[in-house]
């Protein structure tokens, strides 16, 4: 599930609406050359690589020791005082790496679909302007 929730993360700035201003346009233009950047593509994924690899290594024998306290019959009793994150969910060595790497390729998808929605988005403004003209024509007429 966090695995899911990191390579999502680019796509967020998919999330925003159509922009209706100069400034907005061009902040969406800047977030789709982000997106599109490779050395900031790179960036994303070392950041998100070096976070998990230092999390994987993060000892929890000292927590898994102080709920041992609290709750004796738990499985916490049993986790070794040097054990590590990593350790007890099973990961590998390379998994930081893997998912480095599954970040650099969502970066580059959301920023091919952001160029897409950057280019389109004149056309959906005016969409969306016709829409709403009609919405209210509909509405006068059917109050007559």
Do not use: C
Not at 52 to 74: F, H, R
């Amino acid at each position: 599930m966090t695995r899911i929730a990191l390579i999502a993360l680019p796509l967020l700035a998919l999330a925003a609406p159509v922009p209706a201003a100069a400034s907005e346009l061009r902040e969406m233009n800047d977030t789709v050359a982000t997106l599109n950047d490779p050395v900031a593509q790179d960036r994303m994924a070392d950041t998100i690589t070096a976070m998990v690899g230092a999390l994987m290594q993060m000892q929890v024998g000292p927590l898994a020791k102080a709920v041992a306290q609290i709750d004796p019959e738990s499985d916490a009793a049993y986790i070794p005082d040097d054990a590590t994150l990593g350790e007890l969910a099973g990961r590998d060595p390379d998994y930081a790496e893997r998912m480095g790497s599954d970040v650099r390729a969502g970066t580059r998808m959301a920023g091919h679909a952001a160029s897409a929605i950057a280019a389109y988005a004149p056309l959906l403004k005016d969409m969306a302007r016709d829409f709403a003209a009609q919405w209210e024509r509909e509405r006068a007429d059917a109050r007559r």
